[in-house]
């Protein structure tokens, strides 16, 4: 069956901070990978999206990027972060029919 | 217009009853429809795909009208541990993409 990852769980870091967030998939070969936000009390945002290795979509301008190094790997990275960029960062995966499955998340609070 | 708009709530029901949501889209290409289940600091956790005109497991219902442009779902003998937020998505005709709606609040009370 498949699993996805995500870690850390948590994160506090200070404004003007480097992030790097990381999501991998086990079981499944050629995914589509995904990076959304939600943030307090909203939607969920669609960051970033890939269809294979080093292919990366960006759905919003920000100062966030991704990368997908390994098949099963995809990372959501920051040079710096904002106070605007806290909120509930999550993988998502999906093979056929658009149905996406999420990983557990990460909950970023920027101070 | 947002693509995918649901009416957030909350959703008061006591328990046993039947409660439905709708969510209205405005992509009339989409091919694929999904509920999912979110609870409090949690990730969604999908509960039902539509592809047709509904889908049905077990007290959860989904049925999708294309000439009005909305889903809905319907959950019949609520239980406590149906409280959480129930979000509506539409995939695009590419398949890679799904837009999410904010999330229907329901709370059910004993």
């Known amino acids: 069956s498949q699993t996805i990852h995500q870690w850390p769980a948590t994160l506090v870091q200070p404004v003007g901070s480097p992030l790097s967030l990381e999501c991998t998939v086990e079981?499944?070969?050629?995914?589509?990978l995904y990076w959304y936000r939600q943030a307090a009390g909203r939607g969920l945002q669609l960051l970033f999206y890939s269809v294979g290795i080093g292919q990366i979509s960006s759905e919003v301008p920000q100062n966030l990027s991704a990368s997908r190094p390994q098949d099963r790997q995809f990372i959501l990275s920051s040079k710096k972060l904002l106070l605007s960029d806290s909120g509930f960062y999550l993988c998502a995966w999906s093979v056929l029919a658009n149905e996406q499955f999420f990983g557990p998340g990460t909950r970023l609070t920027v101070l | 217009r947002k693509e995918v708009e649901q009416d957030p709530g909350p959703f008061n029901v006591p328990e046993g009853a039947t409660v439905a949501f709708n969510c209205t889209y405005s992509?009339?290409?989409?091919?694929?429809f999904f509920w999912y289940r979110q609870d409090c600091r949690k990730e969604p956790k999908l509960l039902m795909s539509?592809?047709?005109s509904g889908n049905e497991d077990g007290r959860f219902t989904a049925q999708l009208n294309r000439a009005s442009q909305y889903i809905s779902l319907l959950i019949r003998d609520s239980k406590l541990s149906d409280s959480a937020t129930y979000l509506c998505?539409?995939?695009?005709?590419?398949?890679?993409?799904?837009?999410f709606g904010t999330g229907t609040k329901l709370q059910v009370i004993p």
């Open positions: 998505a539409q995939g695009s005709g590419g398949y890679q993409k799904v837009t």
């Open positions: 992509n009339s290409a989409s091919q694929s």
């Open positions: 539509v592809y047709s």
């Open positions: 079981g499944t070969s050629n995914p589509n």
